[in-house]
């Protein structure tokens, strides 16, 4: 078997076992790990020196930093969360003000800056990016959700930028098959 037919394989298996463990996760127990994770990060070096933030908005199942974001914003940093574009298959950053009303379900049915009421942003800007993942790994493996998305983004973001991978504790994984497309995080932190 071809090494790129056998790394797609193994991802295709992580991402059935790691969805499933995901959605058996109890809503409590999740916002409850969510919480921890958003501590752990406020007291990281990372945070306390960012200016410019990227917040995903999770997907069902997944890590949720809305709370670490509306602290952010009161602190004065600039948040920043991804807008899907399905045509052309990849995601711009629009600049949030106001996580209540400047944000609305779009593609994939995950929240996004309404365009009308943010600004187009540069991935250049940012100082800090936080990004999901179904997998990760110590060495900063990322298994994503098969779309290429975040990969796609992360090859336009400044070298100094980092890279937070965000997860729960049972989402690691000894070592995330990668291919040459993939791109690494700086750092994974979990709850």
Same mark, same amino acid.
């Given at each position: 078997?071809?090494?790129?037919?056998?790394?797609?394989? !193994?991802?295709?298996?992580?991402?059935?076992?790691? =969805?499933? $463990? @995901?959605?058996? *996760?109890?809503?409590?127990?999740? %916002? #409850?790990?969510?919480?921890?994770?958003?501590?752990?990060? !406020?007291?990281?070096?990372?945070?306390?020196?960012? =200016?410019? $933030? @990227?917040?995903? *908005?999770?997907?069902?199942?997944? %890590? #949720?930093?809305?709370?670490?974001?509306?602290?952010?914003?009161?602190?004065?940093?600039?948040?920043?969360?991804? =807008?899907?574009? @399905?045509?052309?298959?990849?995601?711009?950053?629009?600049?949030?003000?106001?996580?209540?009303?400047?944000?609305?379900?779009?593609?994939?049915?995950?929240?996004?800056?309404?365009?009308?009421?943010?600004?187009?942003?540069?991935?250049?800007?940012?100082?800090?990016?936080?990004?999901?993942?179904?997998?990760?790994?110590?060495?900063?493996?990322?298994?994503?959700?098969?779309?290429?998305?975040?990969?796609?983004?992360?090859?336009?973001?400044?070298?100094?930028?980092?890279?937070?991978?965000?997860?729960?504790?049972?989402?690691?994984?000894?070592?995330?098959?990668?291919?040459?497309?993939?791109?690494?995080?700086?750092?994974?932190?979990?709850?």
């Amino acid at each position: 078997m071809r090494d790129s037919a056998r790394i797609a394989n !193994l991802k295709i298996s992580y991402r059935h076992r790691l =969805r499933r $463990l @995901l959605s058996d *996760m109890k809503a409590a127990r999740r %916002a #409850s790990k969510s919480r921890k994770i958003c501590r752990r990060i !406020l007291g990281t070096r990372e945070f306390r020196e960012a =200016r410019n $933030l @990227l917040f995903y *908005m999770p997907l069902p199942g997944e %890590a #949720s930093l809305r709370g670490l974001a509306a602290k952010s914003l009161k602190l004065g940093k600039k948040v920043y969360v991804p =807008r899907v574009r @399905l045509k052309t298959k990849d995601i711009e950053i629009r600049r949030i003000r106001r996580l209540a009303s400047e944000l609305r379900k779009g593609a994939y049915g995950i929240l996004e800056p309404v365009p009308a009421k943010t600004s187009k942003a540069e991935a250049r800007i940012l100082d800090l990016l936080f990004i999901p993942g179904l997998g990760f790994d110590s060495r900063g493996g990322r298994l994503g959700r098969g779309g290429g998305y975040f990969d796609r983004f992360l090859k336009k973001v400044p070298a100094r930028a980092i890279k937070m991978g965000v997860a729960f504790r049972e989402q690691l994984l000894s070592r995330v098959p990668a291919g040459p497309h993939d791109v690494r995080m700086d750092l994974v932190i979990t709850d």
